[in-house]
């Protein structure tokens, strides 16, 4: 491995290394749907345990790596971070169990409904014996669904249940996962399965063992979306708020950092409403003098050359557009490592709306990939919004940030490169690399830069919406006055965030079920540009010349790790 400052020498792994690679293993064992999304190898057949008792076992986990940890003196710079970031994550992984939170998680996006239909879109398929592993996951996934639903139900002992609005939500999604469209049922019946799976024996065991999965799945779903619908739903309260106390548990979680959440607020406005005069700007640079940014959006809508029919259409834009940033910052901006030069661009299997990335496997057999799950309903693609979206999912974005943890085998233990996920740092670094692009000259066109200018007012806005109708701080008064709740928050994010109806009410619903991490990105942003300007005012300090190019080299060196973690890293 290479940085600007030359090779780095091969390090020595130490004590502390050996605690938190045995954590990771220790981990897996107890949770190997995360080592399947980190890319271990040797879990993908097992299931996680999802009850009461899975979860008391991992919180016992994390107990035992901190009584390890205290025992312990870094040797060098990369322990003491490592020492600290270990502190936070797992101290708030303890905090989250001690709360009861883990029990009760139900949102339609990140909660153990979604986790377990996304972890099949990342397993090996390449092979009969990865087809075994599909196979026997499958059939574990009701027994998986049931230890949930235990939770769940111990959750709701504790008064704690997630607003109706959530229960709706994934109700429709385990019924849709039930139903004759299911996922599952494509999974076995699409292209990856027939390439591999031919009419041998041994073969059309397999098949067997598949067929029997996808009915157990299938049904379990089924069984799951009664519960909801008939048990927990009539105790499901109807308000959204989770309230100060749990929304900065929350927050401190997705940002490995503690913010005072009324100034954040209050920034948020400030940031959107800068956002708004930028994009009008621009409108007027692309419409005419007077036009307003809804006149901007209609012409560049109009416009053939920045329209795409299909998703095969889409798939193709976004790989180009990928390959050739790639190409663009290698060497210049960026060294990177030569598996990082690879990213795959993927249209998902799921159709809700979200763009997502996945990172590498540790062996590099699973390439990063960038993933657009497109509704039904959705035909046709504007360039002009979306390449600000390539850059934050692919390079400089998430592929850069993770590919490079993953590569830094030399100087990271295991749980530095695969475990460590902090939603501020990576999305916040997404989002960074988004604006980097802009100053770089790679967003000059005026529409490409109202479109990254129209990501940017998303962020903002929903910063403003989670903060004020979670801790129901007061709304200004274009947006009805009083207090902030769901029913206000509708047409102000209607009315910042330029999307097909189906996508905004998507994002409307995981702001209200998925409290914290949406602000994660733009405050983020916040933190990593606070953290660049302080590098900058150091280097004048002493008479030196500020190099971006060594500072993010420096800074994404680190890993994944809590925002507040890294600012003393690289202090």
Not at 155 to 169: C, F, L, P, Y
Request: charged share 25%.
């Amino acid at each position: 491995m290479t940085t600007p400052d030359g090779p780095v020498p091969t390090r020595t792994p130490t004590a502390i290394d050996a605690v938190a690679d045995a954590f990771v293993t220790r981990t897996a064992t107890i949770d190997p749907l995360s080592a399947t999304s980190m890319g271990l190898a040797g879990y993908d057949h097992l299931m996680t345990d999802l009850s009461p008792a899975g979860h008391e076992a991992l919180a016992e986990a994390n107990r035992a790596v901190l009584r390890e940890l205290d025992g312990l003196e870094p040797a060098d710079d990369v322990d003491r971070v490592t020492l600290a970031a270990m502190r936070e994550r797992v101290g708030l992984d303890l905090e989250l169990y001690e709360a009861g939170e883990p029990l009760a998680s139900l949102n339609n996006i990140a909660s153990p409904v979604q986790l377990l239909r996304d972890v099949f879109d990342v397993m090996p398929t390449g092979t009969v014996e990865a087809w075994e592993n599909i196979a026997a996951r499958l059939g574990a996934l009701p027994g998986a669904l049931g230890g949930y639903t235990e939770s769940l139900r111990a959750a709701a002992e504790r008064g704690n249940v997630a607003a109706i609005r959530q229960v709706r939500e994934v109700v429709s999604q385990a019924r849709e996962l039930a139903g004759p469209e299911s996922i599952f049922r494509s999974l076995v019946d699409g292209e990856a399965a027939a390439r591999v799976l031919d009419d041998s024996a041994a073969c059309s065991l397999v098949r067997k063992e598949l067929e029997h999965g996808v009915t157990a799945a299938r049904e379990a779903y089924g069984t799951l979306a009664d519960f909801l619908e008939n048990e927990l739903a009539p105790q499901a309260p109807e308000q959204d708020a989770v309230g100060r106390d749990r929304y900065a548990l929350f927050s401190r979680t997705f940002l490995g950092a503690t913010v005072d959440l009324d100034e954040t607020y209050r920034w948020g406005l400030e940031e959107l409403a800068r956002v708004v005069a930028e994009q009008e700007q621009v409108a007027r640079q692309i419409a005419g003098p007077g036009a307003t940014v809804e006149d901007a959006v209609r012409l560049l809508d109009k416009d053939p050359s920045r329209r795409l029919i299909g998703s095969d259409a889409l798939k193709a834009w976004m790989q180009e557009t990928s390959d050739a940033a790639i190409v663009a910052l290698n060497g210049t901006h960026f060294d990177i490592p030569e598996p990082v030069l690879t990213l795959e661009c993927m249209i998902a299997p799921t159709q809700n709306g979200g763009i997502y990335y996945t990172p590498p496997s540790d062996d590099w057999t699973r390439p990063g990939r960038m993933w657009w799950s497109v509704p039904p309903e959705v035909t046709e693609f504007s360039t002009w919004r979306e390449k600000t979206t390539v850059f934050h999912e692919g390079v400089p974005g998430h592929h850069l940030q993770c590919g490079q943890a993953v590569f830094a085998r030399e100087t990271l233990n295991t749980w530095r490169r695969l475990a460590c996920w902090v939603s501020g740092h990576g999305e916040g670094w997404a989002l960074y690399a988004e604006r980097l692009m802009a100053d770089l000259g790679y967003m000059d066109d005026p529409g490409d830069r109202l479109g990254m200018l129209d990501a940017q007012r998303m962020r903002a806005a929903r910063v403003v919406f989670d903060i004020g109708v979670h801790l129901g701080l007061p709304a200004p008064e274009e947006w009805g006055g009083g207090t902030w709740d769901a029913e206000k928050a509708w047409p102000f994010l209607k009315a910042n965030v330029n999307m097909a109806e189906g996508f905004v009410r998507f994002e409307y619903n995981r702001y209200l079920g998925w409290p914290g991490q949406a602000p994660s990105y733009k405050v983020g942003q916040r933190l990593w540009e606070q953290a660049r300007d302080e590098a900058k005012a150091a280097a004048a300090a002493k008479g030196e010349a500020f190099d971006a190019k060594v500072f993010h080299a420096r800074a994404l060196s680190l890993g994944s790790v809590g925002l507040d973690v890294l600012k003393d890293a690289i202090a």
